[in-house]
């Protein structure tokens, strides 16, 4: 059950991305020097390497850059997930982000589908974000 | 032109495997002490006489596997005054050869060994949990990643989309390495195998399929490497390390700069080929990390020895089997003969032995050129390393 399933250890980078996601917000990081955002957070800008940064909310629309529909679970924890879509979201803000597509039917899911982000609670602490089809 | 401290190979050992498992009891560093013996008498060398120890594994972690080279050295009673413990995943022996390359030409050591144990499929020890979600794989392990097989999938994926690549192209090379192994007496599986047999195997992780994944196994292996000039003295035909080079991008799959490009060996292979002064048509074996079937295909593409999108053509007709146009992973690989978790050691020695033409049944006539490419973490590093019959 999903107490079992293994749960992301909020660091001083990433703690407010999840708080917000906790909230119901997607919030990522945007460089203020070179104006991109980028995923995973991080405390300094993967592209220009400023530490000038802060977290913004952002559409929570993208699509499905790729994905695999996992047939075998990532150990016992997700047996009872099986089959169930991981895929790398690329956000419009343009970066990437691993998530899980809700669906009833994986076999629909494609790379370039239209996706939104959802949130999905699995703790008092952690919320995930995931993604529907629109 | 030639150089007395010019890097040579002089000698390879592995452990005898029985059903993916050690035959020898011993512990991990028991078999690594086991192939490391082997492999310097072979070379007419001895321990005592091993200043550079040079090793990568997943033993002992977290504990003395910490510091992997250090416990390694004092179980071998031996004290190296070069050492190396890069770990990038399985093609860290790649880099390890190109290390040992540098600290020998440099004179900071004159005989360099390379050590690999895995007992992992004895302890039945391979983590199917997926990675502590702590750092970056906390933004991927919670999702029910499968590690490290769902990374690959996404990137053959990606792969099929931008390209038309189809899961037959990849089940080419799964055919084409059982060939190889049914050539290979100390290849784990030697059952016929066909482009249906793959296909119709179970799915993992779309669109791998179980037979696209690489075994699990035991395994230890050894090299040692020293300067053309001391290898004169030796009873051995040497090897020589011609060139090497590598690279790394990310680890998470998220953070992979392109899915269906293999930037690291795009790099690592460039370098190595530029360094040796040898084109693609010089290469007579080819010796590529296949942990899944993507795995090589991009490589193929990335090293230059086709275009990229044109791999699925390329490994086609079965052109890398035994007989075909482009001999490559001639033991059988990691998807037919072991796979013990870091699997680059283990086409080093293959490499070393197809040139010392050694190779019996699957001997490749008139192998004077290898090129040998490791890849590690998911899809993360490459290294490539150029080898010459002496």
């Known amino acids: 059950m999903s107490s079992e399933k293994p749960l992301p250890v909020i660091d001083h980078d990433s703690a407010p991305y999840w708080e917000a996601a906790r909230q119901g917000r997607l919030d990522i990081p945007l460089c203020g020097d070179c104006g991109k955002h980028h995923f995973y957070p991080r405390s300094v800008c993967p592209y220009c390497h400023s530490d000038n940064l802060r977290f913004e909310t952002v559409s929570g629309r993208g699509e499905v850059h790729t994905f695999t529909i996992a047939r075998r679970p990532a150990g016992p924890a997700f047996a009872d997930d099986v089959p169930y879509v991981v895929a790398l979201i690329e956000l419009e803000e343009g970066p990437r982000m691993m998530s899980r597509i809700q669906t009833d039917d994986p076999e629909k899911v494609h790379i370039g589908a239209k996706v939104e982000v959802t949130f999905v609670k699995a703790t008092d602490e952690v919320t995930f974000p995931n993604f529907k089809i629109i | ?390």
């Open chain 2, 1 to 390: 032109m030639k150089n007395g401290r010019d890097p040579v190979i002089v000698g390879v050992a592995d452990a005898a495997l029985e059903g993916g498992k050690f035959v020898t009891k011993a512990s991990v560093l028991g078999h690594a002490a086991l192939v490391a013996k082997a492999a310097v008498e072979e070379a007419g060398l001895e321990l005592s006489d091993v200043d550079g120890l040079l090793t990568a594994g997943m033993w002992g972690v977290p504990g003395p596997g910490q510091l992997a080279t250090v416990t390694l050295g004092e179980y071998l009673n031996i004290m190296p005054t070069f050492v190396d413990g890069t770990n990038i995943g399985g093609s860290a022996f790649e880099a390890h050869v190109a290390h040992a390359a540098m600290a020998l030409r440099e004179g900071y050591c004159e005989v360099a060994l390379i050590v690999y144990s895995s007992d992992q499929k004895s302890l039945r020890s391979r983590n199917l949990g997926g990675r502590p979600s702590v750092l970056s794989m906390q933004h991927e392990t919670p999702y029910g990643m499968p590690t490290p097989v769902g990374g690959y999938a996404m990137a053959a994926q990606r792969h099929m989309h931008e390209y038309g690549t189809t899961s037959e192209n990849l089940a080419e090379i799964a055919v084409a390495t059982r060939k190889w192994a049914q050539l290979n007496p100390d290849a784990t599986r030697r059952d016929p195998l066909s482009i249906d047999d793959v296909l119709s195997s179970t799915m993992i992780s779309e669109p791998l399929h179980l037979l696209d994944c690489c075994l699990v196994t035991d395994g230890a292996g050894a090299i040692v490497m020293t300067t053309a000039e001391r290898a004169k003295d030796l009873e051995t035909k040497p090897v020589a390390v011609k060139g090497y080079g590598e690279a790394h991008t990310h680890w998470a799959i998220g953070e992979m700069p392109d899915l269906a490009r293999l930037l690291p060996a795009q790099r690592a292979g460039e370098r190595a080929m530029k360094m040796a002064g040898v084109s693609h048509s010089d290469i007579d074996v080819v010796e590529i990390y296949d942990s899944f079937t993507i795995t090589v295909l991009l490589s193929l593409e990335a090293l230059g020895f086709c275009k990229t999108g044109e791999g699925g053509d390329f490994v086609s007709g079965q052109r890398t089997a035994p007989g075909g146009a482009f001999p490559m992973n001639t033991s059988g690989g990691g998807l037919s003969a072991l796979h013990p978790g870091m699997f680059g050691m283990f086409l080093l020695i293959e490499a070393a032995r197809q040139l010392r033409g050694e190779g019996g049944e699957r001997q490749v006539e008139g192998a004077e050129t290898a090129l040998v490419h490791g890849t590690g973490g998911t899809l993360s590093s490459g290294a490539t390393v150029i080898l010459q019959k002496d």
